[in-house]
């Protein structure tokens, strides 16, 4: 999401109104059955650069795609919510807009529209998906309460949300560093009548109290030369988030309690250094886990410079780790 856009009054607020400026665009969407999902940058450079695909003829071309379109190319009630949404720039002699939506199981979430070089885009893609089904599995596995869980980097809200819904009695914390993904997870919340779930700024969990039935990240895991908030990960490899958030599970855990932390791993010479970071640090603790890669090759483009230069590939892996019950 562009930086202009998330300074303007429809979405700075601290808590989103009763009256959501985007209610209006989404239930048209919704109506018409609108569904886009989000490929990775590199894929949606591709398909834009296809002749033909430099204007927008439809609603995926324009709030999925991110493609400036002519006003004509939708309805003037669709434009109209597009304007009370505050979604529209001027491009040329048409328009475009500082958002996307995409769909999630039967969801739509907001995000940042494409490219995302601002450093505090919102991500939301492939990774999405993966991270999402991983949740529902986990979710569909849990037999136990939970009374708290907690997205640590809630990005655009999806975490959180399918928690929330699936635990409609739970209390759900969504925290970010990010404000601008904080006011996003708010207003996604809303729309999908997530009513347990609560946005709130913190560094990890610092900001936040108490222990937790359930935690759950999709932490950004590469190394980006610009620091982009959605997808530098820090260290040597990129890990460095993913572990800081084992470590602060680690401490917060309620009794019983699980972490589901999905991430991205740099394989060097076939080793995984990520998986013996973990055994390192979970070696003496009182713990059950399981450590399991659920898609060996992915952001292939990254290998040809940098810190990946010697990476084999980049896995997509999740980790689970089960607090044991206090006697």
């Not at 071309?61 to 379109?69: K, V, Y």
Request: aromatic fraction near 8%; glycine fraction near 8%; charge should be negative.
């Amino acid at each position: 999401m562009d930086i202009p856009m998330l300074e303007r009054d429809a979405l700075s607020v601290s808590n989103i109104p009763q009256e959501n400026p985007f209610r209006p665009l989404i239930t048209m969407l919704r109506e018409m059955n609108y569904r886009f999902t989000t490929v990775t940058p590199a894929s949606h450079a591709r398909v834009n650069r296809r002749p033909g695909n430099e204007w927008a003829q439809d609603l995926q071309g324009i709030l999925g795609w991110s493609r400036p379109f002519q006003q004509h190319v939708v309805s003037p009630q669709m434009f109209e919510a597009m304007q009370v949404a505050d979604i529209l720039e001027a491009h040329g002699d048409g328009w475009r807009s500082r958002i996307r939506v995409s769909t999630l199981g039967d969801q739509l979430f907001i995000h940042s529209a494409y490219p995302t070089n601002e450093a505090d885009a919102v991500f939301f893609g492939p990774d999405t998906y993966r991270f999402a089904n991983a949740i529902e599995a986990q979710l569909r596995f849990e037999t136990g309460q939970i009374r708290r869980a907690v997205d640590i980097g809630s990005g655009a809200g999806p975490g959180a949300i399918l928690v929330a819904l699936a635990r409609p009695d739970a209390e759900v914390l969504a925290v970010d560093i990010n404000e601008a993904a904080l006011r996003l997870t708010r207003i996604n919340a809303e729309l999908a009548e997530a009513g347990n779930v609560k946005a709130c700024y913190s560094n990890l969990l610092d900001a936040v109290e108490g222990q937790f039935d359930l935690i759950v990240a999709n932490p950004p895991y590469l190394v980006d030369p610009s620091e982009r908030a959605y997808r530098h990960g820090g260290g040597p490899l990129g890990a460095g988030l993913s572990l800081a958030i084992l470590d602060t599970a680690l401490e917060r855990l309620a009794s019983g309690g699980t972490l589901l932390l999905y991430t991205g791993v740099a394989m060097i010479q076939g080793s995984d250094p990520f998986l013996e970071a973990v055994q390192a640090r979970l070696a003496n603790t009182n713990t059950v886990w399981r450590y399991r890669e659920i898609d060996p090759d992915v952001f292939g483009e990254e290998l040809d410079s940098g810190v990946y230069a010697q990476a084999d590939r980049i896995a997509a892996v999740v980790l689970t780790v089960t607090q044991s019950e206090s006697l």
